[in-house]
Structures are given as C-alpha cells and as structure tokens.
C-alpha cells in the first residue's frame, strides 16, 4: 500500500538532497568574479533559507510529532535511532542559523572567512544526509510495518499541506515565489539552471 506522507516525504528528502549537492557545488565554485559576489551571496543566502524554512520547520516538526512517537512506541527496537532523529532536529535549526551568520561573515569580512564557512557547510551536508538515511533505511521500514490506518490518516493529511517549492509537486505558496525563482535561476544543477 502506498502513503500519501511517504511520497512526500521521499519527495522532500530528494529536494533537499539535491538543494544540499547544488550548496556544495556552489561553495566549491566560490564568485569567481567580484561582479557575480552579490548574486552569488543572495543565492547562497536564498538556498540556506529554504533550508530553514522548509526541512526545518516544516518537515522537521511534522516528522517529530506525528511519525517518530507511534514508531517508537510499537517499534521499540528503533527508539535510539529515532532519539538520534530527534537530537538532529533540535540541532538542526540552531545549525542551519549558524550556517548563515558564517556565510554573512565571509560576505562581510572577506576570504578570510571562507575555510570557516566551507567547513561548517561541508559537515552540515554529511550530517543531513546521514539523517535522511536513517529515516529512510530504519524509519520508514519501521512504519509501514508498525503504524495504524488511523496513524497513516493523520500523517497522510499533515503531510499533505506541505508546500515545499523545489520538489515541483504541490502548491506553492506565493510569497515563495521569489525564493524559488532566485534559487532555480541561479543555482547550478539538480536544483537550478545556473553554472556549476
């Protein structure tokens, strides 16, 4: 049977995937001339607000209040991977904030800045994409053997207000309009149209 809330979790896994390899490949690119510095920092900007904005508060709180609690209470044998899901949640937000105020130094302060913001992102990335993984491989497994229909109804419905731009399925919201358009125009592939 399929879920409704599992292909749209896939779906926002996948989108942010592909949204964290394109922040990759554009910190590995760097501006590579001072008149592409301020795009390239309102992209970069642009990328780690969806980030916060969607995986973070959106996803993020639907995954930890209706999924995790009835996974881990008739799945017993997942509960440290789940209190491990859970952790990365709490830190996520705090991260991802961290992210920018590193980035708004670079931009600021100059090349000096740069190796902090670098590294910080390149740990962010590894950590999100083990989380997905997790979820993927241990949660989800977990859930189709475990949850109720009532539970998939719940989660069904939550889910289904999501309204994250990038993965192309569902409404957008119009005040997203400029976000999306800003990071597909700018952004190198999967996610965008720009330069790798």
């Known amino acids: 049977m399929s879920h409704l809330s599992l292909r749209i979790i896939r779906d926002e896994h996948a989108a942010l995937s592909a949204m964290l390899r394109s922040l990759s490949m554009m910190v590995q690119r760097g501006p590579v001339k001072d008149s592409e510095r301020q795009n390239y920092f309102?992209?970069?900007?642009?990328?780690?607000?969806?980030?916060?904005?969607?995986?973070?508060?959106l996803h993020h709180t639907k995954e930890s209040e209706l999924l995790f609690p009835p996974v881990a209470k008739r799945a017993p044998h997942i509960s440290a991977i789940i209190d491990q899901l859970e952790y990365d949640h709490a830190r996520g937000e705090h991260a991802v904030r961290e992210l920018a105020h590193l980035l708004l130094a670079w931009e600021l302060l100059g090349e000096t800045r740069r190796a902090a913001f670098e590294s910080a992102v390149n740990r962010y990335i590894s950590f999100y994409l083990e989380h997905m993984r997790l979820e993927e491989t241990e949660v989800?497994?977990?859930?189709?053997?475990?949850?109720?229909?009532?539970?998939?109804?719940?989660?069904d419905d939550a889910f289904s207000t999501n309204a994250d731009p990038l993965t192309g399925k569902y409404p957008t919201h119009p005040d997203y309009a400029g976000l999306f358009s800003k990071i597909t125009l700018h952004a190198p592939a999967p996610i965008g149209l720009g330069a790798a």
């Open 42 to 57: 309102e992209v970069m900007r642009a990328m780690l607000f969806y980030v916060d904005e969607f995986p973070e508060r």
């Open 140 to 155: 989800l497994p977990a859930a189709l053997q475990v949850l109720t229909p009532e539970d998939w109804k719940a989660l």
